[in-house]
Structure formats: structure tokens, C-alpha cells
């Protein structure tokens, strides 16, 4: 039985690595804005490789090429089951906002200024939001909170 159980083991590593290797072509066929080609990549892969973060940014990435933006949402929250960027995170705000749903893109980028309470960004982006969509109040009270900020700068 061990030696069954072995063999169905590294089946399933080459295929892994093979999806890999595959994952990583669509990554620079979308560079070089090849959608379609990466598009199909990514659907004939995503069964060996769906428990990849970087297929899910990937598959959202491409998505977000192609404009379908309430999918490209599904595949950024699927992808932060597997990590907790704060670029991911900023990503999943952007297209919350994107598709209408304004308390969900708050929540967002509220977790991304506590998990980096220095950062100006996504006080800003939040800011900008509110702005955006007629939240004036709601922007003036971070724009406050932004004046008072003793942001971290890098060298």
C-alpha cells in the first residue's frame, strides 16, 4: 500500500509542477497582453493548481484584463484564503468599490490601515473613495486622520 500511495504522490507532484510551469507562461503572456492565450492556460490548469494563492492573483489579473470585474473579485477573494497581502487586500477594496459594494470596500481598506497603520496609502484610497462616491463627511473625517498620521518613509 505504501508504495501505491508513493506513486499517486509523485504523479501528483509532476503535475503540480508541470501546472507551475504553466502558470508561469500565462503570467508573461498577460505581461505582454495576451489575453486570450493566457486565458486558456489558466482554465486548463486551474483543476491541478487551484490551491496555488498566486493562480488565484493570476486568474484575477487576467480577469481584470478582460474586464470582468465581479469575477475577478471571486478569484482576489479566493486568493486571500492563502495569504493576508495587504495588496491583495487593496485589490479586493478597488473591486468592491468597482461593483457597487461600498461597505464591503470600506472594510477592506479599514484592515489594510491596520494591518499598516503607517502607511498613507490606503487612508488615501480610502479618502479618495468616500470622495468619489459623495461620501463627503466620510472623506473629511479621513483627511483628519491623515493630517495626524506619522507615516513611515523609506530611504
Known amino acids: 500500500i505504501s508504495v501505491f500511495i508513493m506513486i499517486i504522490f509523485i504523479v501528483m507532484s509532476i503535475q503540480k509542477y ?20 493566457a486565458g486558456e492556460i489558466l482554465t486548463n490548469i486551474e483543476p491541478e493548481i487551484s490551491t496555488s494563492e498566486a493562480f ?17 473579485q471571486n478569484y482576489i477573494v479566493k486568493a486571500l484564503e492563502f495569504t493576508s497581502s495587504p ?7 478597488q473591486l468592491s468599490e468597482r461593483n457597487g459594494n ?26 479618495q473613495m468616500h470622495q468619489r ?10 483627511a483628519k486622520v491623515i493630517i495626524n498620521m506619522k507615516p513611515k518613509f523609506n530611504n
Open 56 to 72: 488565484y492573483r493570476t486568474k484575477a489579473n487576467y480577469l481584470i484584463a478582460s474586464k470582468d470585474f465581479r469575477k475577478a
Open 18 to 37: 508541470e501546472a507551475q510551469k504553466k502558470l508561469t507562461l500565462a503570467i508573461k503572456l498577460l505581461d505582454n497582453g495576451q489575453l486570450k492565450s
Open 87 to 93: 495588496t491583495l487586500i487593496l485589490i479586493a477594496a
Open 102 to 127: 461600498l461597505l464591503e470596500a470600506e472594510q477592506y481598506y479599514k484592515l489594510v490601515c491596520g494591518i499598516e497603520p503607517h502607511l498613507l496609502r490606503p487612508s488615501v484610497m480610502l479618502m
Open 133 to 142: 462616491n459623495g461620501q463627503n463627511e466620510k472623506a473629511k473625517t479621513i
